[in-house]
């Protein structure tokens, strides 16, 4: 049975999603979201709290290409691949590794920089709105090394962050332990970045900004969409166990599973899926006075107001291999090193799916065929950072509007 047309359909509850929801209801739009689960109940929920505006780097960036062997071989390590993956990430990974040439890079880099003040802009003025401002923590973070020569392999890219004016400090010695004291003394550098945020809780902020787009007259229906389909009289969308929805304007910003959608109206986008792990331990378990990366390692540990998270990694094995909790105790495990005196007992154990592209960059842009049909996706680790920034490049879109800087090297089409 038909159901009748909604305006705009947004496909997909995550951050992304409901700050594309949130900036069309303050448009006057009628959105309606669709999510199998909840209001940031899947990987918007787990990830690691980070605003990271100050980092704009792409992946395939030199530094990281010249780790890639070694973290591979550590099946515990930052970067896992399961061997019977790697016939299926083949074709994604050699983009991965062409994105690292010098030309793609800068061209990347600087969307990427382009596209993070947008976000500390929109992210100021939307948490404000919303009634979430008091949720960001403006302590920033540390990058920590261990050595003199770890530090100075990263100066290339702080030099890079010095061409678009992000602010950053190398520490060391008592500055470094005024930061953050209780280091393992192995950690010798660190580099505080202080434009860096960290939200309350990820997934009790997202509920804040959707509360807010509640407000305002936006909808949720908890549906799994298993088809969707374009036409004279509207866009199309299926639900498992059946029923039928009609919408006007379709937005597609279902994470790890969007390129499935974008398929059916022709547009084949190289998403791949990073596997995240982490252990939220309880409030209390140490005095971690703002977010720290273990640079080498791969991972952070969050301050948040529900405990200490410990989290990051990536391991590319797709959607459908069970989790290997592993990970996320080796991670655990490190960080009783490098923190004497982590209480480390009590956690909570979790696995997300970060959709990710091989050039870094999101998705966000209109359908080849489908003119009612816009994507927001593929943000890989920094889908709440850039979620604000994208939801109001979605409303510019559908409004017919300036976008507020160039989408072109976000297009569905680049590739």
Request: glycine share 12%.
């Amino acid at each position: 049975m038909t159901e009748p047309m909604e305006d705009i359909a947004i496909v997909g509850a995550g951050i992304v999603g409901i700050c594309a929801a949130a900036r069309l209801a303050e448009a006057g739009r009628r959105v309606t979201v669709f999510d199998r689960t909840g209001i940031c109940e899947e990987t918007s929920s787990g990830n690691a709290a980070a605003l990271a505006f100050s980092d704009p780097l792409p992946l395939a960036h030199k530094g990281m290409l010249k780790k890639l062997p070694g973290w591979l071989m550590d099946p515990l390590g930052p970067l896992s691949i399961p061997p019977a993956y790697l016939p299926k990430l083949a074709p994604w990974l050699i983009r991965f590794l062409r994105a690292g040439d010098p030309r793609k890079f800068e061209a990347s880099l600087t969307a990427q920089a382009g596209l993070m003040r947008l976000a500390e802009t929109e992210w100021a003025d939307l948490s404000e709105r919303a009634g979430a401002a008091g949720m960001i923590s403006h302590e920033g973070s540390i990058d920590l090394y261990e050595g003199e020569a770890e530090f100075k392999a990263s100066l290339p890219g702080w030099a890079a962050r010095d061409r678009f004016g992000i602010p950053y400090e190398h520490v060391s010695g008592v500055r470094l332990a005024e930061l953050q004291p209780g280091l393992a003394p192995r950690f010798t550098h660190g580099t505080f970045m202080p434009s860096w945020k960290t939200v309350a809780d990820p997934k009790l902020f997202g509920k804040a900004i959707w509360a807010y787009a509640e407000r305002l007259g936006a909808r949720f229906e908890k549906r799994t969409v298993t088809g969707v389909s374009g036409g004279r009289d509207g866009i199309r969308l299926g639900f498992e166990g059946g029923g039928e929805r009609r919408a006007g304007q379709l937005v597609i910003a279902a994470g790890a599973w969007s390129h499935f959608h974008a398929a059916r109206f022709g547009d084949r986008i190289p998403l791949e899926t990073e596997r995240g792990y982490n252990t939220t331990l309880p409030v209390g378990a140490f005095d971690l006075r703002r977010q720290l990366t273990f640079v080498g390692h791969g991972f952070v540990v969050s301050p948040l107001s529900t405990g200490l998270r410990i989290g990051g990694a990536v391991e590319l094995a797709g959607l459908k291999r069970p989790p290997n909790y592993a990970r996320a105790r080796a991670m655990l495990e490190k960080a009783k090193q490098f923190l004497p005196g982590l209480k480390a007992e009590g956690g909570r154990e979790w696995m997300g799916y970060r959709p990710s592209l091989p050039d870094s960059l999101p998705v966000v842009g209109r359908s080849r065929n489908a003119p009612s049909v816009f994507y927001a996706f593929g943000h890989g680790h920094l889908g709440l950072t850039q979620s604000a920034a994208t939801g109001r490049l979605i409303r510019d879109l559908m409004l017919g509007q300036s976008a507020a800087i160039d989408l072109e090297p976000f297009s569905p089409q680049r590739f």
